[in-house]
């Protein structure tokens, strides 16, 4: 029985050497899985997409995003780039048609994930007056004649970017001149999203 004993001993040590000669790889494996996506919104570019990339170029560099061609409610042309379940950002080129779009160069990034942040921490769905503690006290909100969207703008914001708010401006609603500027909000008014955008070069530098 000694013998037999021995045999199964030497077996079962064989196949624990053969698991332990498979976890190197595993780990290895591991280790080149590719990094989540982070969504860093800077002066020229949003999750690592600069302004100037064209869509084509996007595809290659995000081959898992779902990209998709929209029209906004002016008939507009603009790519949806999903990277993620939780990362979206809308493009737009100077091109107004879809198909043009996929080699001309993005002029305008825009994102409403709230997983998409400014360097300051600034994101989507944060609040007005906690974005105040960070880029200055509002300088004015204005309300746009094209879809009366609202823009706020800070004392100390980079001019690339722009905070489109949740309609929630304290403007005079008897008054129908457009644009609408105020510097008040609304308590709890939040940021709707947020965009990087190409400006004159004498507008960066002052």
Do not use: W
């Not at 409610?73 to 779009?101: K, M, R, V, W």
């Not at 970017?161 to 005079?172: E, K, V």
Request: charged content about 20%; some cysteine; glycine content about 4%.
């Amino acid at each position: 029985m000694r013998p037999i004993a021995l045999l199964l001993a030497l077996t079962l040590l064989a196949a624990c050497g053969s698991e332990d000669e498979d976890t190197p790889a595993a780990a290895s494996v591991t280790a080149q899985a590719p990094a989540p996506i982070k969504c860093e919104i800077d002066r020229n570019s949003i999750a690592g997409i600069p302004l100037g990339t064209t869509i084509e170029q996007v595809r290659q560099q995000f081959p898992k995003a779902l990209i998709k061609s929209l029209q906004d409610n002016e008939g507009i042309a603009f790519t949806s780039i999903q990277l993620t379940p939780d990362i979206q950002i809308f493009a737009y080129t100077d091109s107004s048609q879809a198909t043009a779009a996929d080699n001309s160069p993005i002029t305008y990034l825009d994102t409403a994930s709230a997983a998409c942040k400014t360097e300051q921490g600034v994101h989507p769905f944060m609040e007005v007056a906690k974005a105040e503690q960070i880029y200055g006290a509002v300088q004015q909100i204005v309300m746009s004649e094209a879809e009366a969207r609202q823009t706020a703008e800070f004392d100390q914001q980079p001019p690339e970017l722009s905070f489109r708010i949740d309609d929630s401006g304290a403007f005079d609603l008897t008054d129908n001149n457009l644009p609408k500027i105020t510097t008040d909000y609304q308590e709890g008014a939040k940021i709707h999203s947020i965009a990087v955008m190409n400006l004159p070069a004498e507008e960066v530098a002052q």
